[in-house]
């Protein structure tokens, strides 16, 4: 199985700073990257696929890049409604697993 | 708009049966894919199923935890797909999420079924 290791697992930022989350892949994973986001009690969201494409009505504050086992998640210009957990998903094949998810929270 | 909604969750003892069902509208059902993940409390995501199209005869796919226990199924015709659980144990408990895969990714997601496991 890939193994995806995700960090760090929280953050504590301020409004309009910048957050950058990581994942790294246990192998060669191409761009088969997304990330989520999930509020406390609600279902997780796609924000970026193939490691750097924004998904349909995310705000371009969020941004992906990486290839082969290392990606990054950046969050400009936090928003007070960014406060969620964070989770990276491979793609490429199964079983698809998940990061471990980073909790950002709003100072 | 795109909606799926779980149901049947509750609360089931160790070694019984369970079914969830999808229920989707906004999309047509039989043009996607459908993929089933689930939650532990306080814990992250894990992919348990993945059911393909009539296209390719509906083959699914099953994390190691869940195969030959679990099950998927579906029906175009209602827009449904079914996920169903047997021989649960404690490690089934979580919320279950139905969620359309396109591409190689999940879309669109549910709130989510909640399962409990327990005697």
């Known amino acids: 199985d890939i193994q995806v290791t995700q960090s760090p697992s929280s953050v504590s930022a301020s409004v309009g700073d910048t957050v950058t989350i990581s994942c790294r892949a246990s192998?060669?994973?191409?761009?088969?990257v997304g990330w989520y986001q999930q509020r406390p009690g609600k279902a997780p969201k796609l924000l970026i696929y193939a490691a750097s494409r924004l998904h349909s009505g995310v705000p371009s504050r969020f941004s992906g890049s990486g290839y082969g086992t290392d990606f990054s998640l950046i969050i400009s210009s936090l928003q007070p409604e960014d406060s969620a957990t964070y989770f990276c998903h491979q793609a490429h094949s199964y079983p698809w697993t998940f990061g471990q998810g980073t909790k950002v929270e709003i100072k | 708009e795109v909606q799926l909604v779980e149901s049947g969750g509750g609360l089931v003892e160790p070694g019984r049966s369970l079914r969830l069902s999808c229920t989707v509208s906004g999309f047509n059902i039989a043009d996607h894919s459908m993929g089933w993940f689930r939650q532990a409390p306080g814990k992250g995501l894990e992919w348990v199923a993945f059911i393909r199209t009539s296209a390719y005869a509906g083959a699914s796919e099953y994390a190691a935890s869940v195969r030959g226990r679990f099950s998927l199924s579906r029906d175009d015709s209602k827009d449904i797909t079914y996920l169903q659980m047997n021989s649960l144990t404690s490690e089934d408990t979580g919320i279950y999420y139905c969620s359309r895969r396109q591409g190689r990714y999940f879309d669109f997601w549910g709130r989510g079924s909640l399962v409990t496991v327990s005697s």
């Open positions: 192998q060669h994973i191409n761009d088969w």
